[in-house]
C-alpha cells in the first residue's frame, strides 16, 4: 500500500466542500467508496482528525491492522508522517499492545508453567525475569541466544526460556530438550539431547503452542514478553535491551 505523508493531504482543504467536523466519522462507508473492499472488513477504532477533516480509522481486514483516513467523499490508505514521526504506526502499535494486553490478563498467568529453562545471573532476584519464546529451528532466535545472555548479565535480570514449535524438525529438539532435563546453557550449544520421545515432551509441545500462539497469538520468535503484558518480538540486540531496561524496574 502506498505510504502518504501529512503534506499529501493538504489538497483536501481546497475543497469546496467543507465538512461539518461533528459528523466526519458518521455515515462513512468504505464498501462505497473503495467498491474493492473485501465485504467483512471490521473497523476497529475512529476519530476525528481535525486539522484535515477526515476521520482516522483502524480496520481489520483478514487478520490484519489497516490505517484509514476518510469521510464521506474520499479514503486513503497508507501511513500518515508529522514532524518525521509516522502517526499510524503508533496508532497501529497501541492498539496491538492493548489487545496483547488483554489476553496476557487472562492467559499469562499461565506462562510459568511452559518454562523449560531459566536462567539468572548473580547477583539477581528471582521477581526480575522475562520469557523468552523462541523457536529451536528458528535461525533469527539462534543468532541472538547469546547475546540474550549478556543482555541478562548487564541489567542483571533472569531470563524465562519457552519453546514453541513453529517450524520445521523442531518438535524433536523439543522433546527431547524437555524429556532430557537440559538447562540454559545447554540451549546456548544447542545440546538438545539424544532425540526421544516422551508423554511429557509431547505433552509441553501441546500446551506450549496452544498457549503461546492460539491464545496469546505470538509466532514470531524470538519474542520477549515481561511480567507487566508488555512484549517485543525481534532481533535488534539494542532495541531489546532498551525494551527490556525501560519496562523492567
Known amino acids: 500500500m502506498k505510504r502518504v505523508g501529512l503534506a499529501c493531504l493538504l489538497f483536501l482543504f481546497i475543497l469546496p466542500l467543507r465538512l461539518n467536523a461533528s459528523n466526519v466519522c458518521d455515515n462513512i462507508s468504505l464498501s462505497r467508496i473503495m467498491p474493492y ?6 473497523i476497529i477504532s475512529k476519530k476525528l482528525l481535525r486539522d484535515a477533516n477526515l476521520c482516522d480509522m483502524l480496520i481489520s481486514v483478514n487478520g490484519k491492522i489497516i490505517p484509514v483516513y476518510a469521510n464521506s467523499k474520499i479514503a ?12 499510524s504506526d503508533k496508532e497501529v502499535n497501541a492498539y496491538l499492545s492493548n489487545q496483547f494486553k488483554k489476553r496476557f490478563d487472562t492467559y499469562g498467568k499461565h506462562l510459568n508453567s511452559l518454562v523449560a529453562a531459566d536462567y539468572f545471573p548473580q547477583p539477581s532476584k528471582r521477581n526480575r525475569f522475562f520469557y523468552l519464546v523462541v523457536d529451536p529451528q528458528c535461525p533469527y532466535s539462534n543468532n541472538i541466544k547469546n547475546d540474550i545472555k549478556k543482555i541478562c548479565n548487564r541489567l542483571k535480570i533472569g531470563a524465562k526460556l519457552i519453546f514453541i514449535s513453529k517450524y ?25 539431547g539424544n532425540t526421544n520421545r516422551c508423554k511429557r515432551g509431547s505433552d509441553y509441545i501441546k500446551r506450549s503452542n496452544d498457549l503461546i500462539m492460539d491464545d496469546l497469538r505470538i509466532t514470531d520468535t524470538p519474542t520477549i514478553i515481561l511480567p507487566s503484558g508488555k512484549k517485543y518480538s525481534g532481533i535488534n540486540t539494542h532495541l531489546i535491551e532498551q525494551f527490556i531496561k525501560n519496562n523492567t524496574k
Do not use: A, T
Open 76 to 87: 486513503i490508505i497508507g501511513s500518515l508522517f508529522k514532524d518525521g514521526k509516522s502517526i
Open 37 to 42: 473492499m473485501p465485504p467483512d472488513y471490521r
Open 168 to 192: 520445521k524438525g523442531s518438535e524433536d529438539q523439543i522433546s527431547s530438550f524437555v524429556c532430557n532435563k537440559k538447562g540454559f546453557s545447554d540451549y546456548l550449544k544447542d545440546n538438545f
